[in-house]
């Protein structure tokens, strides 16, 4: 269901010309007619708009609905043991697709009317809570408790509105105040009135198809005295919001028929002013739009704006201006279309608002790129020879750039170097009427790629297509790394997503493929997000013997090593992931070719701590969890130290998979800058990690130690700065070239969060980033592997000369 405040079911009028009353449709059980469409109990109250209470009835049904002898009545959200149940009755009908409206009390606040209502009662119901139920009789009801109301077959619907409210179907609704209502979203029926009913501007409408204020129709329609700019305003709220316009005129460009079902309209006589966009989309609910590109149109309704994910302050998602509870009249059909505009947004991104919404803020499309695209919201507009940035997802959506030649990487994407350095040319494309070509990064869309800005959620402004240029495929592969010498140790850090032994043998295929092939069977492999033996199955499972037994079997049957494993089973749902898959970090590695120290006593609560012997550090357990207790660590993967040696030197590597980046603020949303939250955890992690380096380094310089794993953050991070200070490790991503700095792609920005770190102290190292997932569609997971060939330190330079000397003079002697 769209969680929204905004409001649907719409209201038939007559015309001389064309006019098409767009109704809801029939829906099934519970209710499959009749029922309770909105509730506003702050009528006259301080800061309402509208001077009385009402209720709204809607009929989804096909055929009328005759109420002589209903009721509408409603009890106090505080209903006590003596409290009684208020009736107003009601004598009509409801239209089949039509509304019916209830004036209840006044009161002393307000400057708006209600439209002409359909029935009037007395009743002063409250603003923030109550129940409201619309009953087959004018007998009040008896029934105080949502079981005993249930079970009384006299109440068609019932509603519940405010938090605190006991008589309600299901969860009560949100709290609506003074100047909001609870309105049913789509006119959905589910029982349930938190999930049906959202909160937003009162909107009431009579079985006229009258709003506040209104009269009967014009049976002759003309342009209002609104257009499209002047709902669309020159901030990103229209300053009509709530408000209901009157014959808004423009052209239909195209219109949708799934999902969030609607049309966009643009206005063929723009102003000069390029802050105020010149379309708009209008939402029909589950209708099916029935005009067509090209028709010349009025259209009346409610102005609303619709927050993906919903209106709560915690969602940093910006809005999509629309027009609901719309009436259109066709005047004619067959016309042109405006030109489609070539998006060119300017370099900058966002303004800021010192961490504060910019909602507010007018619009600077010169300066900032996501002011651009607001300021073009619902027109119609086209990109050339658009090259894709982020690859086709399983919803059909690609990312593209409207601004080819910024930050380019080798491979066709598009590079993220710094929070100040956004990339404002992206743009999410998802399927319109056209359905653009499954791609990957670096794939061209040669010619015009055309359709409507709008904006979304998981992305921000969005371009729903209506044409999609012609696919020409850019022509990257998966990479492969060369093999290592016999001298150097391969690490590598692999995060597998979430794979489990309940997985397809396709996915463990794919994976393995790539630890043989791609990486060239890497001595050791540090592995994040391996799950339980039965995957999302949440029965209390921790054991994850046959995931991996499956993979290294996979990897042996596709040419490479018979791997062993080494991991601890965490506590039950305390390391975060997916709910029941007990995620963790691991190391595979191979044994003919270096050997792993175990030490017992490593559980899910023992700390690993660092021990002198013979002079030289280890480890109190191998492998051993990094200070699991800490809160640093809690629902989050704990690092994963293991003690290897390789040509008898000693090699600390610990695997990590630091706290993901769930909850940060959008960086595309109202709130700028916005706040990354989920760095707080993460720095944390980082200072304790950083200090388990210093440990084995105050025991022992010259310890070998490669930090490997998912970081879960930027390269440019604070956290990954944190781990890099004193300089006792170094991030290898920043030894590459800017442009090959990543390893993941997130809504069309190639960035990294996984990351391999090693002691300075080892100058001998081949690093490589392998692409194989990231760009393409088709993955087998949503990160690269990378991987780094080191010749690990004796922990005497002088020595290491030598050592190395004779390594190279034997690795190139002729093999017997």
């Keep these: 269901m769209r969680p929204s405040p905004l409001r649907v079911g719409l209201a038939a009028t007559a015309a001389s010309a064309v006019t098409l009353a767009l109704a809801a449709p029939a829906f099934a059980a519970p209710s499959p007619d009749a029922l309770i469409a909105e509730v506003y109990g702050g009528g006259g109250n301080s800061g309402a708009t509208l ?15 005759a109420v002589d002898g209903w009721s509408v009545q409603y009890l106090p959200a505080s209903a006590s043991a003596a409290s009684t149940w208020q009736v107003t009755p009601l004598t009509g009908s409801i239209a089949p697709g039509g509304r019916f409206l209830v004036a209840e009390s006044k009161g002393a606040g307000g400057t ?26 004018t007998t009040a009801l008896t029934c105080k408790t949502a079981a005993d109301c249930a079970a009384d077959t006299r109440v068609r619907d019932l ?19 003074n100047a909001t209502s609870v309105a049913r979203t789509a006119l959905a029926d589910t029982d349930d009135n938190a999930a049906d009913f959202a909160v937003g501007a009162p909107t009431p409408v009579n079985a006229k198809g009258e709003g506040p204020g209104g009269t009967d129709p014009d049976p002759d329609p003309g342009p209002g005295d609104k257009r499209i700019r002047d709902v669309q305003g020159t901030t990103r ?20 028929a799934v999902g969030d079902r609607g049309f966009w309209v643009q206005d063929t006589a723009p102003d000069d002013d390029p802050r105020t966009s010149e379309g708009v989309f209008v939402y ?23 927050r993906p994910a919903g209106d709560a302050a915690s969602n940093s998602n910006q809005t999509l201006t629309e027009i609901t509870n719309a009436t259109v009249t066709v005047r004619s059909r067959g016309n042109a279309l405006p030109a489609p505009e070539v998006l060119r947004p300017p370099a900058g991104y966002l303004p800021t608002a010192g961490g504060g919404s910019i909602e507010a803020l007018p619009l600077d499309p010169a300066t900032y790129g996501q002011d651009y695209f607001e300021s073009r919201e619902g027109m119609y507009v086209q990109v050339d020879d658009a090259r894709v940035t982020g690859p086709t997802n399983r919803f059909g959506e690609t990312w593209i750039t409207t601004l080819p030649d910024q930050n380019p990487t080798a491979r066709g ?3 993220y170097l710094g929070y100040d350095q ?9 399927p319109g009427a056209a359905t653009p070509v499954t791609s990957n990064v670096g794939d061209v869309w040669r010619g015009a790629t055309v359709g409507n800005v709008e904006y979304t959620n998981f992305g921000g402004y969005t371009l729903a297509t209506k044409t999609v240029g012609e696919h020409v495929p850019g022509g990257i592969q998966p990479e492969r790394t060369d093999a290592q010498r016999g001298y150097e140790l391969t690490v590598a850090t692999y995060n597998v997503e979430n794979l489990a032994a309940t997985n397809d043998q396709v996915k463990f295929d794919r994976l393995a493929a790539a630890v043989v092939r791609n990486l060239a069977s890497p001595d050791v492999v540090v592995l994040e997000e391996i799950q339980d033996d039965n995957g999302a199955v949440d029965d209390g499972t921790v054991t994850a013997d046959r995931t991996f037994a499956r993979f290294t079997d996979a990897i042996a049957a596709a040419g490479g090593p018979r791997y062993q494993w080494r991991q601890i089973d965490p506590a039950n749902k305390q390391d975060g992931g997916e709910p029941g898959g007990n995620i963790r970090v691991a190391f595979l590695f191979n044994p003919a070719r270096v050997s792993f120290v175990d030490r017992a006593g490593g559980d899910a609560t023992t700390p690993v701590s660092v021990v002198k012997q013979r002079g030289r550090a280890a480890l109190s357990v191998s492998p051993g969890r990094i200070a699991p207790a800490d809160p640093a660590w809690d629902s989050s993967r704990k690092p994963l130290a293991g003690e290897f040696t390789f040509r008898g030197r000693t090699v600390f590597v610990v695997a990590n998979h630091f706290n993901s980046k769930g909850g940060d603020q959008a960086m595309h949303g109202r709130y700028q800058e916005p706040v990354r939250g989920s760095e707080v955890q993460r720095a944390q992690q980082a200072a304790l990690l950083k200090g388990f380096v210093d440990q084995v380094k105050a025991v022992d310089k010259g310890a070998n130690i490669v930090l490997a794993g998912d970081i879960n953050d930027y390269q440019f991070s604070p956290v990954v700065k944190t781990l890099t200070a004193g300089g006792q490790v170094v991030a290898l991503m920043d030894t590459l070239p800017a442009a090959e700095r990543y390893s993941y792609v997130f809504e069309g920005n190639s960035q990294t969060l996984d990351h391999i770190l090693i002691s300075s102290n080892i100058t001998r190292y081949r690093y490589d980033v392998v692409h194989v997932n990231a760009e393409f ?26 050592v190395f000397l004779l390594e190279d003079v034997l690795e190139y002697l002729p093999k017997p």
Excluded at 115 to 127: E, L, Q
Excluded at 422 to 430: A, C, D, F, T
Aim: aromatic share 2%.
């Design 422 to 430: 956004p990339n404002s040319g992206r743009i999410k494309v998802k």
């Design 159 to 177: 509603v519940g509105y405010g938090t605190s409210t006991v008589v309600r179907e299901g969860t009560p609704t949100a709290n609506p105040g």
């Design 112 to 137: 708006v009317d209600l439209p002409a209502p359909d029935a009037t009662g007395t009743i002063a119901m409250g603003g923030t809570g109550g129940t409201v139920a619309l009953v087959t009789g």
């Design 237 to 256: 709220i229209s300053p009509l919001l709530g408000r209901r316009v009157t014959g808004v005129p423009g052209v239909v460009t195209a219109t949708r």
């Design 777 to 802: 569609a088709d993955q087998a997971s949503d990160h690269d592997p990378q991987v780094v060939k080191l010749r690990p330190s004796t922990g005497n330079k002088n020595v290491d000369k030598v």
């Design 284 to 306: 029909t609910g589950d209708l099916t739009p029935t005009v067509e590109p090209g028709d010349d149109v009025l259209v009346s309704g409610t102005v609303a704006e619709y």
């Design 51 to 65: 001077k009385q209470d009402f209720v709204e009835l809607a009929n989804r049904g096909a055929s009328a609905v």
């Design 413 to 415: 994407g598009t590079i």
